[in-house]
């Protein structure tokens, strides 16, 4: 193994992990997806669903002179860092990763959501609907309000219903 090789961060476009690891792979990299069976919800079934556990992310093990390479692979968006400097990640921490998969013990994401968050409801009668989040009241439930004609309704739904809105950064 060479000792320049370290992991990266690589930030993959929507949906796209198991089509950028397969390339990276077919190309000799070692690749870590992390991903683990989790309950998903639908409107008329629940099941249980290989899921990336960073959404959009996938790590990859190369030196810093093959980012060029690595970013050919279809569904990379970018290597994470800071500015042009990618920022490698510790390798003890893709060991946790790995071994928590090897481990059979389930293993469930949390949103990591605040009161005042926007979140986007997934499924369901509301689906679609961008909502802010008033309380978490128990680890599974949120209570969220949805604004109807000035006024605030607040509703309870499912951690599994929603993900959080992306707001994008406006250059100054």
């Known amino acids: ?10 930030r993959v476009r ?8 397969k ?5 000799g990299y070692e690749i870590c ?15 249980t669903v290989e899921m990336p556990m960073f959404p959009g992310y996938i790590f ?27 920022c490698p990640v510790d390798e003890a921490e893709i060991e946790a990763i790995r071994l928590v998969l090897a481990s059979g013990v ?7 959501l605040r009161p005042g968050a926007r979140v986007r409801v997934l499924h369901g009668s509301l689906k679609g ?3 802010t989040l008033i309380e978490i ?19 309870e739904i499912s951690d599994l219903l929603v993900e959080p809105v992306r707001t994008s950064a406006v250059a100054a």
Not at 33 to 47: H, L
């Open 129 to 131: 609907l961008e909502v």
């Open 1 to 10: 193994m060479n000792t320049k090789q370290e992991w990266f961060a690589l």
């Open 106 to 112: 389930p293993v469930s994401t949390h949103l990591q």
């Open 23 to 27: 390339d990276l792979e077919g190309r």
């Open 60 to 86: 990859t093990r190369f030196e810093a002179s093959q980012a060029y390479d690595v970013l050919k692979a279809p569904g990379i968006a970018s290597i994470v860092g800071f500015g042009s400097r990618f």
């Open 14 to 21: 929507s949906r796209c992990e198991k089509l950028a690891a």
């Open 137 to 155: 009241k128990n680890e599974r439930r949120l209570v969220v309000s949805v604004s109807l004609l000035q006024r605030s309704v607040a509703v």
């Open 33 to 47: 997806t992390a991903c683990a069976p989790q309950r998903r919800v639908w409107a008329d079934r629940v099941r």
